[in-house]
């Protein structure tokens, strides 16, 4: 197969995931119907090595989880996060139940490996299932590094509809109360969705003009690069993975100065990122035969029922705990399971379903919108990432 027929090929299947996604509403996610045309592929006509001959070879993959990782960094700012503390308590406290649940229960039923693989997907999205794919396969665990990349495929499938049923109830309770005169609107914080500018303090005297997209990629990767260097020298101390110090090292290089909030977008490389990243991940699926796929069903649907309960049961005590209606906290713990920008999506929503008054929707999406951008952000950005670094040492 051709180059361009490979990459023409690849790009469809992205292309008919999202066009699915978007006309369902993401109620059918993008990621499982690209993970289903790209099994059948597979299991047809695709050559093996298709997303390598399309020009995405393992090494070109890892560079661009170093530059996304450091750029996902970039987007944390502490100051930004205080006035949602509820928010990251019950998201942090969702994660939590998994882990419990999954560890206290699940090793038991499925094994401590299987656990171990399932947690970080379930609780992130790409860059965690792709971290926990690659940590299985280089362990010897074949089954499971295809398993870490379906559990992310379809996670989605329990999220989505949870999440529009407690938000639903959540947003009726609001409109009551908005109408009975209790509730009023609040003041947004714009931040929240990535508004905020920040100035490169280390720069300030260099002209805009020099500050091309070159330059942006340079301090990227050279803050990549010090996460990669800190990683090896710590390593006969301790085993810290790269990816966690990327994490790291982007909230520092942007409170500093040293970068700006998405330097990756700023710089139009964020879609390539994605995309390549996008068709690495997919490619972890050529090791799936049907078999292996039936084997690993069971383990699939019992860790994620798992898991949604325990992120039920501990959020609802951290919802009492902080005076959060149960409905708002169950949907913020459940922005685990998809994240950006299925959470801004299915609230956006819901909120429509409700009432076709432009005030009433404004109140509802002053008081349901930040908290589940904030869940999302949290649990899927930072702390999945944290928890992929850390469980693929276990394997």
């Not at 944390?76 to 996060?81: A, D, G, P």
């Not at 720069?203 to 260097?229: C, D, H, I, S, W």
């Not at 290089?253 to 390549?276: D, T, Y």
Request: with cysteine.
């Amino acid at each position: 197969m051709s180059q361009m027929l490979a990459l023409v090929i690849l790009l469809l299947i992205l292309f008919i995931g999202d066009f699915v996604a978007v006309r369902t509403k993401a109620w059918v996610p993008s990621v499982f119907v690209c993970a289903v045309l790209f099994l059948l592929g597979y299991w047809t006509f695709f050559p093996q090595d298709i997303v390598a001959v399309a020009g995405v070879p393992p090494v070109v993959a890892v560079m661009m989880i170093y530059l996304l990782i450091t750029n996902m960094g970039t987007l944390l700012s502490v100051k930004e996060l205080i006035n949602q503390w509820k928010t990251i308590l019950i998201a942090l406290s969702g994660i939590l139940g998994i882990i419990v649940l999954l560890f206290g229960i699940g090793t038991f039923i499925f094994g401590f490996e299987t656990i171990v693989v399932a947690i970080p997907p379930l609780v992130g999205g790409l860059v965690s299932a792709l971290i926990m794919s690659e940590g299985a396969k280089e362990a010897g665990f074949l089954s499971l590094s295809v398993f870490a990349i379906v559990i992310y495929v379809v996670q989605g499938f329990a999220g989505y509809p949870l999440t529009s049923i407690v938000l639903k109830k959540e947003g009726k309770r609001l409109l009551k109360k908005y109408r009975n005169g209790e509730l009023s609107l609040k003041e947004s914080d714009n931040s929240i969705e990535g508004k905020d500018q920040t100035e490169l303090k280390l720069f300030k005297k260099m002209p805009e003009k020099y500050n091309t997209e070159y330059f942006k990629f340079f301090r990227l990767a050279f803050v990549g690069f010090l996460a990669y260097l800190v990683s090896t020298v710590l390593a006969p101390i301790v085993e810290i993975s790269p990816f966690v110090l990327c994490l790291l090292f982007g909230v520092i290089a942007r409170s500093v100065g040293f970068l700006e909030k998405h330097p990756l977008q700023r710089a139009n490389g964020f879609g390539m990122a994605i995309m390549a990243l996008m068709l690495y991940i997919f490619d972890g699926l050529k090791h799936a035969t049907p078999s292996m796929m039936l084997e690993i069903l069971y383990p699939l649907i019992g860790c994620i029922v798992l898991g949604v309960i325990g992120m039920y049961l501990f959020s609802f005590f951290m919802g009492k705990v902080l005076k959060v209606s149960k409905e708002m906290a169950f949907a913020v713990s459940l922005t685990a399971l998809y994240g950006f920008p299925a959470d801004y999506i299915i609230t956006v929503e819901v909120i429509k379903s409700l009432t076709n008054d432009e005030k009433e929707q404004e109140v509802l999406t002053s008081h349901m919108l930040p908290p589940m951008l904030v869940g999302g952000f949290i649990t899927v950005t930072i702390v999945s990432v944290i928890l992929a670094g850390i469980f693929v040492g276990f394997l």
